[in-house]
């Protein structure tokens, strides 16, 4: 696997004519956690011929109770249906009080939200009988409570429940812009042996505060400066399963493409690197 | 602010939703960030799960009708596919939509249409199997509805034909008359079909779905219309893959 793409229904015959190298697809689960149909036949399909990677979006790892027992079974059910390469899902909360809220919330990284969270990923883990890798989110606020800092808590997780990371760099761009923090230090600080999966996609200024406030708009092309990250990154910690994450203003499938191997180049190379004897 | 996490969560919620809510999270412009995603996910999820309703009503009325029923009933499902299951009823007590009578049975459809795309998949009763049963096989056989097959009936609009017109995006014609219809959603294997279906027909399969056998179900739909037609209907439910076999313990007949 090398660098892959969200799959969106629009290129479903281009996915599965696509004859690239190391290719592969992510696709959001709760958008296949039916009985029945043609989404599942149509992912089966996909399943077939590329390898697959099952992204959560509503898992609500971090909310303060516990998870829903029947999306975790929904999900399980997935799991084995189209044994995924990759499985992952977000250090977020999106469930409260039998509401569902379609966003990835942020919360004080406390001791308390620690021991919750190690203990919705052993649940799940446990009930898809395999590891997950937990996503980095954006970040837009200041939030008052925290005991730890994302990357410490992120290494907690780790190892209280040895699951894997998924680490988006384009997220750590957007949340070093709204919060002030500076990404290569992040991003150098990262556990790079924890990483399992790369996410990049663009970004946009937001309409109303223009430049101090950047939105995760996955509806534009990767950043150069985020590109630069990635680069970085890669150099440092080897290569790692890319995807281009594209959710809006979906270009056609070639343009994807296009990101993709720029992605598939830095790789090769920073292979290269490092199979040459030193 | 509550230091714990379920008081954390529990105004952040309460905050999404209620535009006048203030802390010291709100106050922060940022905030808007997440009250626009999260409303705009929920719009965006119900004009894409009722389509016929959106396309009679148009966009900007849409957006503000679903806005509207977001506040009142978020999702309760982390699939956003599933979204709307109560939108029918709202539409049906929502003042502005007072005279569009036809609007909350038109959602009513487009609800049936996401249940029949998403249900299981079974395999649908094939004509050669039931013509080689007997008689009485053939009378005490107890056939179910598909897992995708969905029927509502409406006493006096003319629902499925203003609905069967805009799923496929064209106007009603005048010829549409102005009286109670009945609809059949299935789904035997991938798309979604449809076609009318009389107060018979439905008598037919609500008694099939309770686990009736052909001869009850016949019987049902004879007390709504003494000139029901079985084999006509049996055809037509055959063709539609409407119905799937009895469970193998029921498929010998006594």
């Given amino acids: ?261 720029l992605a598939t180049t830095e790789l090769r190379r920073v292979g290269e690197l490092s199979a040459q004897p030193s | 602010m509550s230091a714990s996490l379920a008081g954390f969560q529990s105004d952040f919620v309460k905050s999404l939703f209620d535009r006048d809510a203030k802390s010291e999270l709100t106050i922060q412009p940022a905030f808007a960030v997440y009250r626009n995603t999260v409303m705009s996910a929920c719009v965006d999820a119900l004009q894409a799960n009722f389509p016929s309703v959106a396309r009679l009503v148009g966009v900007d009325w849409f957006r503000a009708a679903a806005a509207t029923h977001v506040r009142v009933q978020p999702p309760r499902d982390g699939r956003l596919l599933m979204y709307g299951e109560t939108f029918a009823d709202f539409l049906a007590g929502f003042a502005p939509a007072r005279d569009l009578r036809y609007l909350p049975g038109v959602a009513r459809l487009d609800r049936l249409w996401i249940e029949a795309h998403t249900a299981a998949d079974a395999i649908v009763v094939d004509s050669g199997w039931l013509a080689s049963l007997s008689p009485e096989q053939l009378g005490a056989v107890r056939l179910r509805p598909h897992p995708a097959a969905r029927w509502c009936l409406f006493d006096d609009l003319p629902i499925y034909s203003i609905w069967g017109a805009n799923r496929v995006g064209i106007d009603t014609t005048e010829e549409t008359v102005w009286q109670g219809e009945g609809a059949l959603l299935t789904r035997p294997f991938d798309a979604v079909g449809w076609q009318a279906l009389d107060p018979s027909g439905g008598a037919f399969l609500d008694a099939c779905a309770e686990g009736r056998s052909l001869a009850e179900a016949a019987g049902a739909a004879l007390n709504v219309h003494p000139d029901f037609d079985i084999a006509d209907l049996l055809s037509r439910l055959l063709c539609a893959g409407a119905l799937t076999r009895p469970t193998p313990n029921e498929e010998s007949p006594a």
């Fill in chain 1, 1 to 261: 696997m090398l660098s892959g793409l969200g799959l969106k229904p629009e290129h479903h015959e281009a996915a599965l004519a696509c004859a690239t190298e190391g290719m592969w697809f992510e696709v959001h689960a709760e958008n296949y956690l039916v009985a029945g149909g043609p989404r599942l036949r149509g992912l089966e399909a996909i399943r077939a011929v590329h390898p697959l990677s099952l992204h959560g979006v509503s898992l609500s790892l971090a909310g303060d109770a516990p998870l829903d027992t029947a999306h975790l079974k929904r999900l399980s059910a997935l799991v084995r249906r189209v044994e995924p390469g990759l499985v992952s899902e977000h250090l977020a909360w999106s469930a409260w009080c039998g509401i569902n809220v379609p966003d990835l919330l942020p919360f004080p990284r406390s001791n308390e939200a620690l021991r919750r969270i190690v203990s919705n990923i052993d649940q799940t883990q446990s009930a898809l009988g395999r590891r997950v890798a937990i996503e980095n989110p954006s970040h837009y606020l200041r939030i008052d409570g925290h005991a730890w800092d994302e990357i410490g808590f992120l290494k907690e997780l780790v190892r209280r429940t040895g699951c894997g990371l998924l680490l988006d760099v384009n997220n750590v761009y957007v949340s070093s812009r709204n919060l002030g923090f500076d990404a290569a230090t992040y991003l150098d600080a990262f556990p790079g042996e924890s990483v399992v999966e790369i996410h990049l996609a663009g970004h946009t200024a937001d309409p109303a505060l223009g430049e101090s406030l950047l939105i995760d708009s996955h509806d534009a092309p990767i950043a150069p400066v985020v590109w630069g990250l990635y680069r970085r990154l890669v150099e440092r910690i080897g290569v790692r399963p890319t995807l281009i994450e594209r959710d809006g203003n979906v270009p056609a499938f070639d343009e994807l493409l296009g990101e993709c191997q």
